[in-house]
């Protein structure tokens, strides 16, 4: 692994510009169209989350260049109030802003790789990766 | 012991200023002024210590200090010039009192300091404030500019409406949008409208919800919502978000949509026939009289 950049998440406009440094370090990597604009969806969910839920936080980006193959993970951390049930966070259709309720489902299938790691209170982690087929 | 300070310095004022303006010259090179031209940089340096020199004399003569960085603004010099240059005007000033006198003790230092700042401080703070204002004042035009081109909505025909959507959406924008999409049905009595995201470069689930929740909202005033310009990438992340677009129909590029909305008000696209002789006779009969 090497290369690591972050951008801070506070305003929405943020958001922005997270999927916009994803999808030009996605695109250097050389995925093509399709897998950049998953990319650019799955970070502008990540960072959302970070947005609504827990005020501030980071959304990070890792390039993996492995002998065998290339990746990208993308790592959203934040202090916010934590998640209390992650299974239920994961099912379709769970939402508590009104929302589709696609969003963390949605980032698991858009990637390869998902873990995720929450305690209530301190804040939540998680972390994305996706090869270069 | 200002009152002193600002003697030696008016008193020496042309070695003081050929000082500073050298020190200049050897920035210049460096930074800003690479692609102004030698003229218009000597007068400015001139004027700009002209400015500092009666700042130091009449303190509080706004008026002078407000061309001036007017001028810059329009000229569209960076702020460092200013900031470059008074810290030029500082380090040269102190280090010619210095060398005129010849008892310095830290009193005497700290003094100096002290009297050089408070020259330099009205003069930038005036110039520095005024070019924050200029940066503000575009920012909120280009805001305004930027919501002016946020949600047009274009009635194309009777009956039919598209709203083109480019760049991206977030929530201050999807709600102007949503607010549009139903002023304009209902001002031009619309049967169809057309939402086309061709330049809408990520849709995620926010995105998504809004469009939605503003199909629905159409579909209660009694019009029905095409989505159009889905390009093949973005349609294949909301599948992958399970975003469920069933609702209303989608189509690919706004050609499709635009004959599927004709088809939805009982009309089609008709070939017109050259009819040549026809208006050949017209000309004549028109001619005859």
Known sequence: MDLQSCVTIEKEWDIVKARQLGRDIAREIGFGTVDQARIATAISELARNIYLYADNGQVCFEVADELDQKGIAVISLDTGPGIQNISQVMEDGYSTSGGLGAGLPGVKRLFDQFDIQSEEGKGTEIRVMKWLR | MDREFKKIVLDNSDIIVQKWI???????????SSSVTDELLESTNREFVNIIFGSIQNEGDTKQLKEFSEKLINLGWQVSYITDGL????????????????????????????SVDKWVEPVIKQLVNEYSGNWENILSLQR?????????????????????????????RA????????????????????????GVPVVDTMVAHHIVQAADAV???????????????????????????????????????????????????????????????????????
């Open chain 2, 22 to 32: 050298d020190e200049i010259d050897s920035l210049k090179n460096s930074n800003y």
């Open chain 2, 87 to 114: 810290q030029v005007f500082r380090r040269v000033t102190i280090d010619f009192i210095l060398n005129q006198t010849d008892q310095i003790d830290t009193n005497y230092i700290s003094e100096l300091l002290h």
């Open chain 2, 144 to 172: 305004v500019a930027l919501q002016e081109l946020s949600a047009p909505l274009i009635p194309v025909m009777d009956d039919i409406t598209v709203m083109p959507l480019v760049g991206t959406i977030d929530t201050e």
């Open chain 2, 175 to 198: 709600k102007l949008i949503m607010e549009n999409l139903l002023d304009g049905v209902i001002k031009h009595s619309s049967e169809v409208v057309l939402i086309d995201i061709t």
């Open chain 2, 219 to 289: 579909r209660l005033v009694g019009a029905t919502c095409i989505l159009v310009g889905i390009r093949p990438e973005i349609a294949q992340t909301i599948v992958n978000l399970g975003i469920d677009l069933g609702k209303f129909p989608t189509k690919s590029s706004l050609r499709k949509g635009f004959i599927k909305a004709l088809e939805l008000t009982n009309r089609k696209i008709v070939d017109v026939e050259q009819k040549d002789s026809g208006m050949e006779q017209l000309i004549d009969s028109l001619g005859g009289e």
